[in-house]
Structures are given as C-alpha cells and as structure tokens.
C-alpha cells in the first residue's frame, strides 16, 4: 500500500483516504507518495477511458478503497464526459496533437479529477458516518468544477473564493448560478494569490481546521494530481502506442503538467514536458534564472493561468532535492518573507533536464487562436493557444509527436475568441442558460476574519456543545 508524507517533513505518513480528506498537511506541507508505482503494462489504446484511468491510478488508492467501488467510481466519473473519447484527440499534422480535455460539465480540465474527487469524498466519509467543508480558492476553472461536483452531496459543504472581477463573466455564473444549500461563494476584493493565502491561512488557524473540519479540493489535493496522470498515459498510448511522445501543457499552479512529470516517473515514455505560461511567467523565469521571485499579477486573456505562487511547484523541489524537507521548508520560508529565493543548482539542474519552459504574451496568443482557425476552421480556448504556441516554439524535433493539452472550451472565453478570430463560440447544450439564471454570492475584504461567519463549527451544526 502506497503511503503519503508532506514535503515539509512534520506530519504524519498517511494511507491515501486521510491525505484526501487532508488536502494541505498540518505542518503546512502538500503530500507526496512515498514511492510510485509502475504503469501496469496491460494498459494500452484498445482500451476505453474510464478502464484505463481505473488501472493507472488503482496503485495510489489500492489499501485504501475496494476495487470494485473504485471502479464504479471512475466509471461512473467518466460517464459524465460528453465525448465517447473523453479526452478526445486531434490530428493537426507535423506530428502536433491537441487532446481536448474539455468535454467535462463545466468545460475544463479540472473536472477529470474534481468529479472523482467528489465522489471518493462522499464515498470515505459515508463510511466514516463525517461530514466535511471543503474550503477552496480559485482563478476560476478550479472553483466551478469543485462546485459541480460536491453541490447537494450531502456529506460536504463548499466554501469557494475567488478574486472580485477576475474571472471571465462565464465562469463566474459557472459557481454562482449553482443554487443549493451546501454551496457558497465569496468574492474576494483581491487577488487570486490573496485568495491562496485566506485558505491556507484558515488551515492554520486550529479552531477553524477542527472545529469546521475544513478539506480542501485544490490542487494541493493529492487526488487530484493523481487523477490527471491517467490523460497523459491515455493520449501516449493513442498517439504512439508505447513509442516516445512530449507533451505541453498550459500551466499555472504546477498541477496538469506536474501530473504528466508523474506519469513519466511511472514509465511514460515522456520525451520533453513544457511547461507554458502566459505573460505571469514566475516559471519560466525559475527556469531560466533559478531564482524564485514574486511579481505582482497581471491579468492576461488566460485568466486560469494568472498565478504568480505556482503551489504544486514545491512537490517538485520536494522530489528534486531527493526528499530535503528542511531545505524545501527554509526554501519556501524565505521565499514568504521576503519574495525572493535561489533555487539550489543542484536541484536547478535535475529540474532543467526533465522540463522546457515557454511564455506566450496576450498578443501572441490571440494570433495562435487565429492561425488555428485560419488553417484548421477551428476555434480554440486562450490557455490552450498558450501550450500550443509554446510547444511548437520548445519543440525540440519533429521526430517525436508532440501533444498539447486543450485545458478549456472556446466558450468558456468567448471574449478572447471573438477578438482573435471574429467567430461566437457557441456554448455546448449541456450547460444550460447561464446567462439568465440568477446568481449567489457574497463580496468580501481579503482577510481571515471576513470569512469566518461562513465556516461553522461542526458542533454549532450537530448542536453537541
Ligand atoms: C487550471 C487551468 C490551467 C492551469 O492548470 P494548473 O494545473 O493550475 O497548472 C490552465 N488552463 C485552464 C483552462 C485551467 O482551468
């Protein structure tokens, strides 16, 4: 059974069950697997998502949860996808593939591994006779797929915040139109980093983490990295049945592309991992200089990339310096206080091997989504135009196919697409009228005391005292 230990090294081992229901550790730290398994080599192209997915991630889970619960879970998960693909694939010749990862109900990547986390929360915590707030924050993609896949279950509650006027108008209505008790939204007069930090700040705060029995769905959460690896291993085995492949992904906390450098650990012949950002580019810049330096946000026409404090960035320094929790610790320490940190070269230098980073400005981006309808006839969302831009640019060859993760729907940022190419993309059926329905939500000032009222102590709610 694979067990979990925080990169900051003062928390306890977890089975996979408590790093679930955990999402941050208490000492601060993220959970990472003591050990990783290796791709089971049964798995290949013939088989469907939802399979495949099970035998990929049946490893990080397996001790934890019966194997026949789990793959109801994941079948069922993968149901919701309105493409018999799931992560369909498209051929743009030269070797480039872009895999849409969009075909979820709220039109972005993330509801590949939030509707599975939902379900195994619900899952664990019946079993436990619990119940949990999930408590998150958000640049927009995370909030509404952890929306749609906890409202009216009835072991959690949601608590998501996210930065006032800084996300599109689609996926704000995407959270807010969603009525039902469990569900609330604030929106933060900040930042998506100030957001960050209110929650971490909430898991630090002890009466708040007990008493309100806070979780978190971020993509902190272990689950959700580990749900992510199953694309990439899907995708390789569809476009190169076993052979070499690269991928690039459209990146702002670290988590879609650390997946993939997880899936390579695993035994997926990954040939080159990019990481592309947009103009908020605090990797490519630790990529190049070593250095991590804060910079303020700067909102761009890829809004869910608009991070300056990428958190899953510190499981690869976990990783990278063989597991130092006290250097990753002081590390990050000094990087709290005073924005500004050197990367130790050795692990500068293991980083560098194993990831190629690009940045693409606004106006690049916009002439990528309209190249791309030009040649193809096909609209594409900005996130996606940035990993497809950067890819094509980072490519070392044309030997090896390269795959660019298509993170969000052109609906979802249709502003962005009728800028760059003229075109409406027109929302899939299956979202709904969101523009009519009414929305729910509160505004309120970044610190920890405005949202307070909204984390009630679990012994207020049982009224056990
Ligand atoms: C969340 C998101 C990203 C960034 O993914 P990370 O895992 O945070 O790096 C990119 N594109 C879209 C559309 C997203 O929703």
């Known amino acids: 059974m694979i067990t979990y230990r925080s990169t900051r090294g003062r928390a306890p081992e977890l089975p996979f069950t408590d790093v679930l229901l955990a999402g941050l550790a208490v000492d601060g730290g993220l959970y990472v697997p003591m050990s990783l398994p290796t791709l089971n080599p049964t798995i290949d192209a013939s088989m469907s998502y939802a399979e495949l997915a099970a035998e990929v991630i049946w490893p990080f889970v397996d001790g934890a949860i019966e194997r026949g619960a789990f793959d109801d879970m994941v079948s069922d998960t993968y149901a919701q996808f309105d493409d018999p693909d799931v992560a369909p694939l498209i051929d743009l010749g030269e070797g480039v593939w ?129 749900a992510q690896t199953a694309y990439y291993v899907s995708a390789a085995a569809r ?110 230098e293991r980083i560098r091997s194993e990831f190629d980073a690009g940045r693409v400005d606004d106006e690049e981006t916009l002439e990528e989504m309209g190249r791309v309808h030009r040649e193809y006839g096909m609209l594409i969302d900005p996130h996606t135009a940035v990993g497809l831009r950067a890819g094509r640019e980072q490519r070392a060859g044309t030997d090896v196919p390269l795959i660019v993760m298509g993170t969000a729907h052109p609906a979802k940022f249709g502003d962005a697409v009728r800028a760059a190419t003229g075109e409406n993309p027109p929302m899939p059926d299956r979202v709904g009228d969101l523009m009519d329905m009414p929305e729910h939500f509160d505004v309120i000032p970044n610190s920890l005391d405005a949202i307070r009222p909204y984390l009630p102590l679990q012994s207020e709610i049982d009224g056990s005292g």
């Not at 569900?183 to 983490?209: I, P, S, Y």
């Not at 761009?300 to 063989?322: C, G, K, T, W, Y």
């Open 98 to 226: 872009l895999c849409d990862l969009f075909h979820g109900p709220t039109l972005a990547f993330k509801d590949f591994a939030m509707q599975l986390l939902g379900r195994l929360l619900d899952f664990e915590l019946g079993r436990r006779s619990d119940r949990v707030t999930v408590i998150g924050a958000t640049s927009g993609d995370t909030g509404s797929a952890a929306i749609r896949a906890l409202a009216d279950r009835e072991r959690v509650s949601v608590v998501m915040l996210h930065p006032e006027g800084r996300v599109s108008e689609v996926q704000r209505r995407q959270m807010t139109t969603v009525d039902s008790p469990n569900v609330t939204n604030l929106a933060v007069q900040g930042t998506f980093d100030d957001c960050q930090d209110l929650v971490k700040a909430a898991f630090g705060d002890m009466e708040l983490r007990v008493g309100a029995k806070l979780a978190a769905v971020n993509s902190i959460n272990w689950a959700r990295v580990m």
């Open 239 to 348: 476009v190169a049945g076993g052979g070499p492949v690269s991928f690039s992904v459209p990146t702002g906390n670290f988590g879609n592309v650390l997946a993939a450098w997880y899936a390579k650990r695993m035994g997926l012949p990954i040939q080159q991992l990019i990481v592309a950002s947009n103009r908020n580019d605090v990797l490519t810049r630790v990529m190049a200089t070593g250095a991590l330096s804060a910079e303020d946000v700067v909102p761009s026409l890829s809004p869910s990339m608009d991070i300056q404090v990428s958190s899953n960035f510190e499981r690869l320094l976990f990783e990278a310096s063989d597991g130092d929790s006290e250097a990753v610790t002081a590390l990050l320490d000094e990087f709290r206080a005073s924005g500004h940190s050197e990367v130790d070269p050795r692990w500068m």
